[in-house]
């Protein structure tokens, strides 16, 4: 475990981290802007799929925040690199949002969100435009066995009104449906972190992964020999700390602010 006022680059979830909803947390923006005046970076690490990086760009433009594409790494990203690294497949079910279909086809994917022939993989991610027929399509293509990969396993997504369910759920959804479970890319997987590392260009020593959710981003930082902070403004309480300990524990961004200056 190395000081946190060592660090530089900063791998940051979003969702329940630094806002809720289009409310940032406060001192969100006086942390970030601590980072580059120090002479670190940040990165913004998230499972959500249900969005492209520009679409988040805008989003925190709007709650003055300044970044660009290049600060985002998001589990299509790790995704998309995976796919890369395989045989390509025929043709892909994209199971999930208009924006979603479309970061896949700009990655070079060849999909459908159709039942046609030549699918050989259902590939999910988190779906804000779910609908029933969908859910259809996924048993019917999982009982034909078609390959199956989900984009992340997060249980829930944190609202201002509480949760709802994210990929993680409708998962285990068609696991019960189909007795199928898909092959989860994105956090807990170490490849977000490594891949986030290498573009910056800093070291596992330089380096701090703070997130909300112990399952996905503590243990992502975990599996990438990295220091991590839990944040308790999102999904973690103190008592579901079990095993899965993180380096460090904060309130929120705020107290992490105070930590690294």
């Given at each position: 475990?190395s000081?946190?006022k060592?660090?530089k680059?900063?791998?940051?979830?979003?969702?329940?981290?630094?806002?809720?909803?289009?409310?940032?947390?406060?001192?969100?923006?006086?942390?970030?802007?601590?980072?580059?005046?120090?002479?670190?970076?940040?990165?913004?690490?998230?499972?959500?799929?249900?969005?492209?990086?520009?679409?988040?760009?805008?989003?925190?433009?709007?709650?003055?925040?300044?970044?660009?594409?290049?600060?985002?790494y998001?589990?299509?990203?790790?995704?998309?690199?995976?796919?890369?690294?395989?045989?390509?497949?025929?043709?892909?079910?994209a199971?999930?949002?208009?924006?979603?279909?479309e970061?896949?086809?700009?990655g070079?994917?060849?999909?459908?969100?159709r039942?046609?022939?030549?699918?050989?993989?259902?590939?999910?991610?988190?779906?804000?435009?779910?609908?029933?027929?969908?859910?259809?399509?996924?048993?019917?293509?999982?009982?034909?066995?078609?390959?199956?990969?989900?984009?992340?396993?997060?249980?829930?997504c944190?609202?201002?009104y509480?949760?709802?369910?994210?990929?993680g759920?409708?998962?285990?959804?068609?696991?019960?449906?189909?007795?199928?479970?898909?092959?989860?890319?994105?956090?807990?997987?170490?490849?977000?972190?490594?891949a986030?590392?290498?573009?910056?260009?800093?070291?596992?020593e330089?380096?701090?992964v703070v997130?909300?959710?112990?399952y996905?981003?503590?243990?992502?930082?975990?599996?990438?020999?990295?220091?991590?902070?839990?944040?308790?403004?999102?999904?973690?309480?103190?008592?579901?700390?079990?095993?899965?300990?993180?380096t460090?524990?904060?309130?929120?961004i705020?107290?992490?602010?105070?930590?690294?200056?």
């Amino acid at each position: 475990m190395s000081s946190l006022k060592g660090k530089k680059l900063f791998l940051l979830d979003l969702d329940g981290t630094l806002y809720l909803d289009d409310t940032l947390f406060e001192g969100a923006t006086a942390f970030l802007e601590h980072i580059k005046s120090s002479g670190g970076r940040y990165m913004f690490l998230t499972n959500n799929s249900s969005r492209g990086a520009e679409d988040y760009v805008a989003k925190l433009n709007n709650m003055g925040v300044a970044c660009t594409a290049g600060d985002f790494y998001t589990s299509v990203d790790a995704t998309l690199r995976y796919l890369s690294a395989r045989p390509a497949y025929r043709k892909v079910y994209a199971f999930g949002t208009g924006s979603f279909k479309e970061q896949l086809r700009k990655g070079g994917v060849r999909v459908t969100d159709r039942l046609e022939d030549g699918i050989d993989c259902l590939l999910m991610g988190f779906d804000t435009e779910l609908t029933f027929r969908k859910l259809e399509d996924a048993c019917i293509l999982l009982g034909r066995g078609a390959d199956y990969i989900a984009t992340n396993p997060d249980w829930v997504c944190p609202t201002s009104y509480g949760y709802v369910p994210d990929c993680g759920s409708v998962a285990e959804m068609l696991k019960k449906a189909t007795g199928r479970s898909p092959l989860f890319i994105g956090k807990p997987r170490p490849d977000m972190v490594l891949a986030a590392m290498e573009k910056a260009g800093f070291s596992a020593e330089d380096t701090l992964v703070v997130g909300d959710r112990l399952y996905t981003d503590i243990a992502c930082g975990a599996a990438a020999g990295v220091d991590t902070v839990l944040v308790l403004s999102g999904e973690t309480r103190l008592e579901d700390i079990g095993e899965l300990k993180p380096t460090y524990i904060m309130r929120d961004i705020g107290e992490l602010l105070e930590a690294i200056k």
